[in-house]
């Protein structure tokens, strides 16, 4: 079965640089969620996108920006690299929304040096 | 708001021996619970869904999770563990803290590392 996907997997950027993320959901999913991981933490909810509109919004720093395009893929653009955004960057997709069950990716490790 | 508490950060049992990881959460209305695992540098894998259908729930490899109301528990279990069940695994609650009820943002526990001694 089809799962989600995310490019790339590995990113290296400097302090102060930009990143961006995507975030290719199952086909037929309709909705995006983006979560972060720092290390040896639990997944932090960062933002959600319901048929390309933004659903809810959780610890997403003003740095960070993302959109889901019309073919359903989301990116996430985060610029002024710092440190502590080096983390385990995980996307998930699921149908409807609200309570729906989530199906991650497997993450894009992101290191800022 | 939404919160969850995982009740023991490590658990460590001998395989062929039961598991029991232990999940208490908060919610201002009625939640759809999880239980995710994930293996070491590996994506979270979900294992299990309650949604109010049944209060007793199976999951993939064995696992399976009971949800109490009045205890406001939902603690996941197996009869005997197995070298591969080694991971970090999560108890989710839908909705967000972020948010005050229809969100779709996961909140998740700080996580249960289980360990299998041979």
């Known amino acids: 079965a089809a799962g989600v996907i995310q490019s790339p997997r590995h990113l290296i950027k400097e302090k102060r640089e930009t990143a961006t993320l995507k975030c290719y959901p199952i086909p037929r999913h309709d909705t995006v969620y983006w979560y972060q991981q720092g290390p040896g933490q639990d997944p932090q909810f960062l933002i959600s996108f319901y048929e390309k509109m933004q659903s809810d919004k959780g610890s997403i720093p003003d740095r960070f920006s993302a959109q889901q395009f019309s073919d359903y893929h989301s990116e996430l653009n985060m610029s002024s690299l710092e440190l502590g955004d080096s983390a385990l960057y995980f996307c998930?997709?699921?149908?409807?929304?609200?309570?729906?069950?989530?199906?991650f990716g497997p993450g894009t490790r992101l290191l800022v040096l | 708001a939404q919160s969850v508490t995982q009740l023991d950060s490590h658990v460590s049992v001998s395989e062929g021996t039961p598991v029991l990881l232990r999940c208490n959460y908060s919610?201002?209305?009625?939640?759809?619970l999880f239980w995710y695992v994930q293996h070491p540098n590996k994506g979270l894998q979900l294992l299990l869904k309650?949604?109010?259908?049944?209060?007793l729930v199976k999951g993939i490899n064995g696992f399976e999770a009971e949800f109490k109301k009045s205890e406001t528990s939902f603690h996941l279990t197996k009869p005997s563990a197995h070298m591969s069940d080694a991971a970090e695994y999560f108890c989710?609650?839908?909705?967000?803290?972020?948010?005050?009820?229809?969100?779709?943002?996961?909140?998740f526990g700080k996580g249960t590392h289980l360990i299998i001694q041979p």
């Open positions: 919610s201002s209305y009625s939640p759809s």
């Open positions: 309650y949604t109010s259908a049944a209060t």
């Open positions: 989710v609650v839908s909705g967000s803290v972020y948010s005050g009820g229809g969100a779709d943002g996961l909140t």
């Open positions: 998930a997709s699921g149908v409807g929304g609200y309570q729906e069950t989530q199906y």
